[in-house]
T-cell receptor
Framework: NAGVTQTPKFQVLKTGQSMTLQCAQD?????MYWYRQDPGMGLRLIYY???????DKGEVPNGYNVSRLNKREFSLRLESAAPSQTSVYFC?????????????FGPGTRLTVL | RKEVEQDPGPFNVPEGATVAFNCTYS??????FFWYRQDCRKEPKLLMS???SGNEDGRFTAQLNRASQYISLLIRDSKLSDSATYLC?????????????FGRGTSLIVHP
């Protein structure tokens, strides 16, 4: 199993450009998450999807949109990138309904907005 | 006040030392707790879950104190390879969803 995969690994954008970050998991997990990680700020939740067909805002949703395309895939879109969105983006998935179940993370996408 | 707080460190310790980290959380309704390890520029990986009765995995011991709302991680006989950032995670169940909140992490440097 590949676990959680993310594409691309690196991206450089100009201010105002748009792009979509892709995430897929092959563990048949119900829940998927998008985080950003900035130096000194830890991981902050952008959006999450508790199950296929549902999405909810996290702590820092402004400037982002998400799509839960199917159970496997959860994409994050930046419609008009800003320098403040320069960050490392991690996708994660979590299976089952047991609260003790843990999250598994993808390798991350390093995004720079000029 | 941030929901989950950790001392950012760094904790700089010699090989073989014992080191302990604490993590405090503000929401008493929080229901499950984890420690993750993150190496530089890599994704976080689960280190261990934290149970009310405490749990041990080799050199690592995790404890939960619900009354004082903190979790702890103890590392015995530190190795060079333990150098990393340690993240605590608190899970809150809300409307059928599980919302994880991460601390900012504690940096550990183990030197020869």
């Amino acid at each position: 199993n590949a676990g959680v995969t993310q594409t691309p690994k690196f991206q450089v954008l100009k201010t105002g450009q748009s792009m979509t970050l892709q995430c897929a998991q092959d563990m048949n997990h119900n829940s998927m998450y998008w985080y950003r990680q900035d130096p000194g700020m830890g991981l902050r939740l952008i959006y999450y999807s508790a199950s296929e067909g549902t999405t909810d805002k996290g702590e820092v949703p402004n400037g982002y949109n998400v799509s839960r395309l199917n159970k496997r895939e959860f994409s994050l879109r930046l419609e008009s990138a800003a320098p403040s969105q320069t960050s490392v983006y991690f996708c994660a998935s979590r299976g089952g309904r047991d609260i003790v179940n843990t999250q598994y993370f993808g390798p991350g996408t390093r995004l720079t907005v000029l | 006040r941030k929901e989950v707080e950790q001392d950012p460190g760094p904790f700089n310790v010699p090989e073989g030392a014992t080191v302990a980290f604490n993590c405090t959380y503000s929401n008493s309704a929080s229901q499950s707790f984890f420690w993750y390890r993150q190496d530089c520029r890599k994704e976080p990986k689960l280190l261990m879950s934290v149970y009310s009765s405490g749990n041990e995995d080799g050199r690592f011991t995790a404890q939960l104190n619900r009354a004082s709302q903190y979790i702890s991680l103890l590392i015995r006989d530190s190795k060079l390879s333990d150098s990393a950032t340690y993240l605590c995670v608190v899970i809150l169940a809300s409307g059928g969803s599980y919302i994880p909140t991460f601390g900012r992490g504690t940096s550990l440097i183990v030197h020869p």
